[in-house]
């Protein structure tokens, strides 16, 4: 993932200044862009330099021709030929060592940022700009003291089972069982029909990338914070932390060049997502809302360039229908943008929320990309023109539909009844039917309550 190059050029038609500002934006440094264009400029050099001895191999040939021709003796010319082809190559080398090193210096900045994000260093800061309840526009949320955690009302349930978990897997391990399995299906195969009505196509990627292709697609400190490695008798791969990943590499190395007809392509990728969560150490700690090992449906499109943000408000809407189709009370924020990530260039979260906590909590996360993913994976866009100095790449967008375990806790936090939990309308049909499921056990003796 990177920004094109010759945008760090001002000779090049680049805007150098427009990077050093994004990055003020970020909190990151500054001083990466001037490091990438001296090293730019000192690669273009190399290249020159090995480009001027190339055309001296190339003319002493000529001459060795013309020696050869007249039958007279060439090795002095041959013993210069060999020297020179000699230097090219290391030339040649050191071109391709300084080419590698620079982008992969640029590869540490971030995307622009775009001109709507909050600029702050602070989470604090994110901007909400729209709220939903299920009761009318005027209804406020309320937290409850008065019912269960989250964790509790699967307890109850007999949906999962954390202390066994804990002892096959570790920490924040889990089986889920009876009704959770169901509960977990349902929103699956709703998330899934949900989006094909609305003509994504479905798609369930490989849990496991080998390691180069994954580089091109994830950051580098995910690698070290969030991928489990799988290291097989003579390979190297990762496990997926979302299908955004192996779906946002289907397409590489490949041409749009009738963007019209063929964009966009909105997929509905499912697949289990697996994550170390090295960064969350003591964070949401309560049954299964942050786990290693859940299940995904996330929207991934690629779009013409002038069209993204178009398609970054339709994601945004899919998620808040989905939700409101659940009725689920939720809000909208605009995340600031020293929390983005690299390749976004900006981002926007449904949080939900969770009466007992009486807190909102993230459970989507919907990003515009624009180039800077496709143009590590070479996924070009429309035909070159006379007058393009730049190759034109497809943009990428990727947002959460629903992380069915971590919606499962808003679900059952919202819908639990003294007796039980209600089924959302919607889910019943991928519930047997039922509305309705009473409790089936009470909490352990020994299940230290939470305060929220």
Known sequence: ??????????????????????????????????????????????????????????????????KKKAKENADDLFAEKRTIDAQVDAKRKEAREA???????????????????????????????????????NTQVEKKADILAHHE?????????????????????????????????????????????????KIQPPFMMNKDVMAKTAQLDQ????????????????????????ISSFHSDEWFENPEKQLPIQYAGYSTCFRKEAGSAGRDMWGIFRVHQFEKIEQFCITDPEKSWEMFDTMVGNSEAFYQSLGIPYRVVAIVSGALNLAAAQKFDLEAWFPFQGAYKELVSCSNCTDYQSRRLEVRCGLKTKDQARKVYVHMLNGTLCATERALCCLVENYQTPEGLRIPEVLQPYMQGRDFLPWVKELPKNLQRKQA
Do not use: C
């Open 1 to 66: 993932m990177t920004l094109d190059v010759t945008t760090f050029i001002e000779s090049k038609g680049g805007n150098a200044e427009a990077i050093r500002e994004s990055q003020r934006k970020r909190g990151h440094s500054v001083e990466l862009v001037d490091e990438v264009i001296q090293m730019y400029n000192n690669w273009v050099r190399i290249d020159f330099e090995a480009n001027g001895l190339s055309k001296q191999s190339n003319a002493l040939q000529k001459q060795i021709g013309l």
């Open 99 to 137: 080419e590698a090193a620079m982008r992969q210096k640029a590869s540490t900045i971030g995307n622009i940022v775009n001109k709507d994000v909050p600029i702050s260093q602070t989470e604090d800061d994110n901007v909400t700009l729209r709220t939903w309840h299920p009761d009318g526009p």
């Open 153 to 201: 009302v699967l307890l109850r349930l007999d949906a999962m089972d954390l202390d066994r978990g804990a002892k096959i897997a570790g920490h924040r391990g889990y089986f889920l069982t009876n009704d959770g399995i169901d509960l977990n299906q349902a929103l699956i195969s709703y998330g899934l029909d949900f989006l094909r009505k609305r003509g994504y196509k």
């Open 223 to 246: 690698f070290d914070e969030e991928l489990y490695k799988v290291i097989g008798s003579d390979d190297e791969k990762y496990l997926i932390a979302t299908s955004e990943q192996p």
